[in-house]
């Protein structure tokens, strides 16, 4: 079957590589010149390659991390884990120690908790009990804030907000508490070392979508970069992709150009996908840092006028000593204003008082608000049409293991579309 990806985001490329395997001849369309759509490698203005911004994995991403494996990246060599911790420059917060979940979870609050009182432990402790009696499950209208009141102010500032913004990248009063509390599960109970942070030390690009371009092409599947494509139409029983005939066609691109391709051929499905809201995430880096910071990733304390969530030092993932990437999730400051407030920030928590910024990157629609209740729309859209991606339908926000595992999910579904 005669088979066209549009998009070579992760998703795109899984699917790609799954589609190809399963014997179908695959053509990719990517409008940009650099694979990887919202995970790619950027070239920074000095030279380095930086990406599109910091990200991080889990232990618990095992698609993202098979894909690899199968691409011939290896994990280990490509990214440092680390145990889950959220410590601050100042030594609080919560780190969990190496042994099996949920031990690590148990000894992580009573023994890893720094500056937190049994107050504090309590309420977690009781609150996480809560959450697994009743299945890791809660209604669909929750809202994170809600799911979480009978944590005290510490815990929700140190450990809740932290993770509900690097998870779902939306503010807790905002974010839907079914999407977390299965972000929390599958973290905990999908095996040892689940919640383990997976940083990476090398640049987005080789982390995966070069490995995938590379065995594409190995396997007689062309990759059309810089072709966006314009139009979409329906011929009896087959699709044109700009005049040119297909059996199927897999819509990879980001919701709002999926709508667009998809309109004439199921309006009510572009309407669900047209109806996302976004947030974004700008990535600071600076570079003049005078000593490495504590550990390669180090959270942040954050409010008004200090804006990042946590700082990465590049300079022990890989980079040159002194390069700091600062994260600031659902960011909704104008560019001048956020890279002051992150050096006064940087100035105060990390006294690191001659960084320079090097470059900021502001991805507007980084990923999906995810908000209770949300309505996402399908893989199918029509006979022969079907889509993947980040936002498509499924248990998880809009991160990369989102991505693959919907690219790896509309590639099974082809031939029965
Ligand atoms: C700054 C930032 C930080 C993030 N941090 C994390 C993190 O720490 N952990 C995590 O798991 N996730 C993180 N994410 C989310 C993660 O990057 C995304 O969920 C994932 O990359 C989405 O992949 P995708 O393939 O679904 O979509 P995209 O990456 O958007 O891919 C779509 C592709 O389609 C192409 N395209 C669009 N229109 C057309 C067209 N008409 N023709 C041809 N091609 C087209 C685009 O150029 C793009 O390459 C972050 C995202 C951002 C932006």
Redesign the pocket.
């Known amino acids: 079957m005669k088979l066209a990806v549009?998009?070579?985001?992760?998703?795109?490329?899984?699917c790609a590589v799954h589609a190809t395997r399963a014997g179908h001849q695959v053509v990719v369309?990517?409008?940009?010149r650099?694979?990887?759509?919202?995970?790619?490698r950027v070239d920074g203005d000095e030279g380095l390659a930086l990406?599109?911004?910091?990200?991080?994995?889990?232990g618990a991403?095992s698609a993202?991390l098979a894909m690899m494996r199968e691409l011939g990246v290896d994990p280990d060599a490509a990214l440092l884990r680390t145990p889950l911790q959220l410590r601050f420059a100042d030594g609080g917060g919560l780190a969990l120690p190496r042994l099996p979940a949920p031990l690590d979870l148990l000894a992580g609050i009573l023994f890893g908790a720094r500056g937190w009182t049994l107050r504090d432990k309590a309420s977690l402790l009781r609150t996480a009990l809560g959450w697994r009696a009743s299945g890791f499950r809660c209604a669909p209208q929750a809202s994170v804030a809600e799911l979480c009141a009978g944590l005290t102010p510490r815990v929700m500032k140190e450990l809740v907000e932290p993770l509900c913004v690097?998870?779902l990248?939306t503010p807790v009063d905002q974010s839907s508490g079914e999407v977390f509390l299965r972000v929390l599960h599958d973290a905990l109970f999908s095996g040892r070392g689940g919640a383990d942070l997976l940083l990476p030390r090398v640049d987005l690009g080789r982390l995966l979508p070069d490995a995938a371009a590379a065995w594409l092409s190995q396997h007689g599947a062309p990759l059309r970069l810089g072709?966006?494509?314009?139009s979409l139409q329906a011929d009896g029983d087959r699709w044109h992709i700009d005049g040119e005939a297909y059996d199927q066609v897999v819509l990879?691109?980001?919701p709002w150009?999926?709508a667009?391709?998809a309109r004439e051929a199921n309006p009510h499905w572009a309407a669900t996908a047209e109806a996302l809201r976004y947030e974004a995430?700008?990535?600071v880096y600076t570079q003049g840092a005078l000593r490495p910071l504590a550990a390669p990733m180090v959270s942040l304390r954050s409010g008004p006028g200090a804006p990042a969530q946590f700082v990465f030092d590049r300079g022990q993932l890989g980079g040159p000593q002194g390069l700091l990437a600062f994260?600031v999730?659902a960011s909704a400051t104008e560019r001048e204003a956020l890279q002051s407030q992150v050096l006064a920030q940087a100035a105060v928590q990390l006294q690191e008082t001659r960084l320079r910024v090097l470059q900021t990157?502001v991805?507007k629609?980084?990923?999906f608000a995810c908000t209770p209740d949300l309505v996402r729309p399908p893989v199918r859209i029509a006979p022969g049409l079907l889509a993947?991606?980040?936002?498509?339908e499924g248990p998880y926000?809009?991160?990369?293991?989102?991505?693959?595992r919907?690219?790896a999910g509309a590639a099974l579904q082809l031939g029965s579309a």
């Open positions: 549009v998009g070579a985001g992760w998703a795109g490329l899984a369309f990517e409008a940009a650099t694979l990887g759509g919202r995970a790619r990406d599109n911004g910091q990200h991080i994995l889990i991403y993202t690097s998870a990248n072709r966006r494509v314009q990879a691109g980001p150009e999926a667009r391709l995430i700008a990535t994260v999730s990157v991805e629609r980084a990923t993947c991606g980040d936002y498509i926000p809009a991160t990369l293991e989102g991505a693959v919907s690219g």
